[in-house]
């Protein structure tokens, strides 16, 4: 196991304790060692004070033999003998067992080599004693002491003197065994020292790396904080340790991961309020354009149907009347960037609008590009306007094809996929659910991370002559469809777009939105327009009189809701538009339908429907349309709505009663 895994607590535990062992472990040792020698010394002693001890004794022997033997030549008196002689063998024994114990205590060849002349010594003094004394016993009184003082004396001058030796050799080996005790004591303190030096040493490499295992990861983890400190979220912390530092690291990993999160998150939200600030532009451009256009087409149309003009009038009228189409189409764009384009929504298999796409894509890319289709082989059921569902589509072909100016390939794919939370964490907006991904994606350059965060900006391009709309409006359009989008760099090179709309169960039936133009139809019954521009309203009121309509106006909001008070019960539907000064037509509608629950209104919008919360669907009914509308549009929604508030019939019914118009007009 290693060191790093082992937490700080156990490790510190174990260091201290391995470093405690070791010293205990020296002092028991060096206190085992200095006991023995103790021991050994006091043998030693003891030995060599029994040696001089006997040694002593002897001497003390060999003295008393002396006197015996000088008294016994010098006297007469033979009681007095026995009694010396007596004393003369108890010397002689006790010197004898002195010696014999001397010999089995000494170890020194010296010692051995005295030990061999004291009894050599003895042995001569017993025979020349008992020699003296037989002539003293004979009488021979002179030539006893000549004999004891010639032969006898010198012995026990020797005796004495190998005695004095031993006792002298004794205390030297005592000495000396001192001084070795001695210098094995200062061995042994040399050698304490040594290993207690060793152990310090080892204690302090330990603690140096026990300090460093734990300071090294605080130091990273300071010089982390510091960075995270000023922003810093590029960060690569690696988790290689166990312990508690270990956790500390892990633990910043997992801070850097959230707030990495939390970043993306803000800067998605921050993405998704520029492009509501800018869309929100976008769409009040586009309501005063299609105001404007309103002014224009409604004018046009009173000119050709006023009266009978010549030929080149209505031509001209005609052209007018085409021009503000194709101008209102120019304000799609700006609808479908602000999510406020009116959807002609249909339940479809998305894999019919690619394979109708397929034909006119070719054209678009060229020949230098290759195109496949790579789909999922059930149907994917999307509610989609299938229009915008194709503008999405030709603007992710036009950007991978601008992608590879010098050939490559591009490749559709659709599959089924259940998305959740894991999925959505960039997306806040998103929900959990079932989704149909359509995935388009080259091989290019692919993207930068600088500018994958902004493609979907308005007006951001890296293009030369490019507007920076294509994205952005494929952005509006896939989340007014209720879906999102994202962009990544493929592994191999190039990016994929993965658009994510809501699945539908296979089999629903296809429900349209939007009305289609059938011949204007002649009406009699009170109408309140609401409107604050002053030229369409003043357009708008004469093509309902034009029709047959009584009109009364208003120039907003707060103006409706009084003209409607004072003429309450006269009104048959109020015609008024959605955005307005002071009091706007949603509020404007709430405040008429509490004097009169009843109220059938038609809202007027130059942005979309996206206008019309669900709060003013009366009975699940929608009755709006979209600017700049026709004579023959506006006419027909007045008479389906007045007709069906006369038969009460339900909104659902509109659109099949206009399918059979239409074939009957056809």
Not at 138 to 159: C, K, N, T
Not at 624 to 650: G, Y
Request: net charge negative; glycine share 8%.
């Amino acid at each position: 196991m290693k060191l790093r895994n082992i937490p700080i607590g156990i490790r510190l535990g174990l260091g201290l304790g391995l470093i405690g062992l070791i010293l205990i472990v020296l002092i028991l040792l060096s206190a085992w060692i200095i006991n023995q020698d103790h021991q050994t010394m006091d043998s030693f002693v003891q030995r060599n004070h029994r040696q001089i001890w006997c040694a002593s004794i002897v001497s003390d022997s060999v003295h008393s033999v002396r006197e015996a033997l000088t008294t016994y030549v010098h006297s007469r008196d033979e009681g007095q003998w026995s009694l010396l002689g007596v004393q003369l063998l108890t010397a002689r024994a006790t010197a004898g067992n002195a010696l014999e114990e001397i010999e089995k205590l000494e170890t020194a060849e010296r010692g051995r080599e005295i030990l061999l002349q004291l009894k050599k010594n003895l042995a001569l003094l017993d025979q020349e004693s008992e020699r003296v004394m037989k002539l003293q016993r004979r009488g021979e009184e002179r030539r006893a002491q000549a004999e004891f003082l010639r032969q006898v004396h010198p012995l026990l001058i020797s005796l004495h003197q190998h005695c004095r030796e031993l006792i002298t050799h004794q205390e030297q080996q005592t000495l000396l065994q001192r001084r070795a005790v001695a210098d094995k004591h200062a061995d042994i303190e040399a050698s304490f020292l040594l290993f207690a030096s060793i152990a310090i040493g080892i204690a302090v490499l330990l603690g140096v790396h026990m300090t460093r295992s734990v300071t090294v990861p605080l130091r990273n983890g300071v010089h982390i904080a510091d960075r995270l400190a000023e922003g810093d979220l590029s960060l690569d912390i690696r988790v290689d340790r166990k312990d508690e530092a270990g956790k500390l690291l892990e633990a910043m990993k997992n801070m850097v991961a959230r707030l990495r999160e939390t970043k993306d998150l803000e800067q998605q939200l921050r993405q998704s309020q520029k492009l509501e600030t800018v869309g929100r532009l976008a769409g009040g451009i586009a309501h005063d354009f299609n105001n404007v256009l309103g002014v224009i087409l409604g004018s046009a149309e009173l000119i050709r149907t006023s009266r009978p003009l010549d030929e080149t009038v209505v031509r001209h009228s005609r052209s007018i009347e085409n021009a503000v189409r194709k101008a209102s189409g120019f304000v799609r764009p700006l609808l479908a960037f602000s999510r406020q384009q009116t959807l002609n929504l249909e339940t479809v298999d998305i894999h019919s609008v690619l394979a109708e796409f397929h034909q006119m894509a070719q054209r678009v890319i060229g020949v230098h590009i290759e195109l496949s289709m790579s789909l999922h082989p059930a149907p994917l059921m999307v509610h989609a306007d299938v229009s915008q569902l194709n503008q999405v589509l030709l603007n992710l072909l036009v950007n991978a094809r601008d992608a590879m100016p010098d050939g490559g390939a591009i490749v559709f794919e659709t599959f089924p996929l259940t998305v959740d939370a894991s999925i959505l964490s960039p997306f806040p907006d998103a929900k959990a659910a079932d989704y149909v991904v359509l995935t388009v994606s080259d091989t290019g350059v692919g993207i930068s991370a600088d500018i994958r965060e902004r493609i979907f900006e308005p007006f951001f391009t890296t293009k030369k002559g490019g507007t920076g709309l294509g994205l952005s409006i494929v952005y509006g359009i896939v989340k007014q469809h209720g879906g999102f989008i994202d962009a990544r760099n493929n592994p191999g090179g190039g990016t994929s777009f993965r658009v994510f709309l809501p699945a539908m169960p296979t089999g629903e039936e296809s429900v349209l939105a939007c009305p289609r133009q059938a011949a204007a139809e002649q009406g009699n019954e009170s109408i309140l327009l609401v409107e604050d521009n002053e030229d369409l309203r003043r357009t708008t009121e004469e093509i309902l009189t034009m029709l047959g309509y009584s009109v009364t106006v208003a120039a907003d909001g707060v103006e409706g809701v009084e003209v409607f008070r004072r003429e309450q019960g006269k009104i048959d539907l109020v015609l008024m538009d959605v955005m307005m000064p002071r009091m706007g037509g949603l509020e404007a509608y709430t405040r008429m339908k509490e004097l009169q629950p009843g109220l059938s209104t038609l809202f007027v919008t130059g942005c979309g429907v996206s206008d019309l919360p669900v709060d003013i669907r009366d009975g699940g009914s929608l009755d709006w349309i979209q600017k700049p509308f026709t004579v023959d549009d506006l006419s027909f929604r007045l008479r389906e709505i007045l007709r069906r508030r006369q038969m009460n019939e339900p909104a659902g019914l509109f659109e099949d009663r206009r399918q059979q118009q239409i074939q009957a007009g056809g």
